[in-house]
């Protein structure tokens, strides 16, 4: 096994970097942005060796590691969408109820922020 293999091991939630809570699917999500290896490390708070690791690791098993993270990014969207549908009817309510009586100066503050933002995309 190599040195590469042992820093990437198998957990529950997946290829995980050895010591750590981070995925190779969460590195995925940086080399598929095109993050230059010294940035993923910044981002992540990894060192250089579990950086170089990681992206070893990811270079020798291409395949393998594509396919998982597709995976992984269906299950999100999927979650995602399921809490976006049950959440639905409770984000209505919400907005069809009448804003409380002392709040007209920071709900317009609101609106003006929202409608900046809108503006910029």
């Known amino acids: 096994m190599s040195s590469d293999q042992a820093n990437?091991?198998?957990?529950?939630?997946g290829l995980t970097i050895a010591g750590t809570r981070i995925t190779l699917y969460d590195v995925m999500d940086y080399?598929?942005?095109d993050y230059p290896a010294k940035l993923i490390r910044e981002k992540l708070c990894l060192?250089?060796?579990q950086v170089d690791a990681a992206l070893s690791y990811i270079?020798?098993?291409?395949?393998?590691?594509e396919a998982e993270y597709q995976q992984v990014l269906q299950i999100a969207e999927d979650n995602r969408q399921y809490w976006e549908e049950r959440n639905r009817e409770h984000f209505a309510r919400l907005a069809a109820m009448s804003p409380?009586?002392?709040?007209?100066?920071?709900?317009?503050k609101f609106q003006?922020?929202?409608d900046r933002l809108a503006s910029k995309v």
């Open 31 to 33: 080399v598929t942005a």
């Open 8 to 13: 990437i091991v198998r957990t529950e939630r």
């Open 47 to 49: 060192t250089d060796p």
């Open 112 to 114: 003006a922020w929202k």
């Open 59 to 65: 270079q020798a098993h291409q395949v393998e590691i």
């Open 100 to 108: 409380k009586p002392g709040q007209e100066a920071i709900r317009a």
